[in-house]
């Protein structure tokens, strides 16, 4: 963790209480995740109970505690894309990526997790890498996308 950006973010916030959100939000972008050592700054360095700053960064699907691939997958299993196949894309790609949903592969290059909508309902069933999305896809298609991301 670059401790030098951490004391960026929060003096971009000056201890305001009611940024927490938005702190949290900016140590995600800027570190992939919320390293355990950033958790305790900001509730040292904002005056914030540290089970208060736990509660928000474990209950907000956004956040996560443990680092996130190169390449974050986000499969859309909400309602259209549950319906158009999306539990089988997800099952193929943890075939192809031999993990989980919610964990990351080995090298660090991929990790997968479900959402509940990406707001493309008619593109349906939706994966997205990263800030890309990838839609009316089949099992047979999943390779391809993976290759584009692949080393």
């Known amino acids: 963790m670059n401790e030098e950006r951490l004391t960026e973010i929060l003096g971009k916030y000056e201890a305001d209480q009611s940024a927490i959100i938005a702190v949290l939000q900016d140590i995600q972008a800027e570190f992939g995740y919320l390293p355990k050592d950033a958790i305790l ?6 005056n914030i109970p540290l089970s208060r700053v736990l509660s928000l960064a474990t209950f907000f699907n956004a956040f996560s505690m443990e680092p996130k691939g190169r390449h974050p997958i986000n499969v859309c299993v909400g309602t259209a894309c549950h319906v158009r196949g999306a539990q089988l894309i997800l099952e193929k790609l943890e075939r192809e990526l031999s993990i989980s949903s ?10 997968l997790d479900e959402v509940r909508c990406v707001g493309c309902c008619g ?5 997205m890498v990263g800030d890309e999305f990838h839609g ?6 999943i390779p391809g996308v993976l290759k584009k991301y692949q080393k």
Request: charged residues 25%; proline residues 4%; without cysteine.
């Open 136 to 141: 009316k896809l089949t099992q047979t298609k």
């Open 41 to 46: 700054t900001v509730s040292k360095e904002m």
């Open 123 to 127: 593109l349906a069933p939706v994966i």
């Open 102 to 111: 919610g964990d990351t592969t080995q090298d660090g290059d991929f990790s």
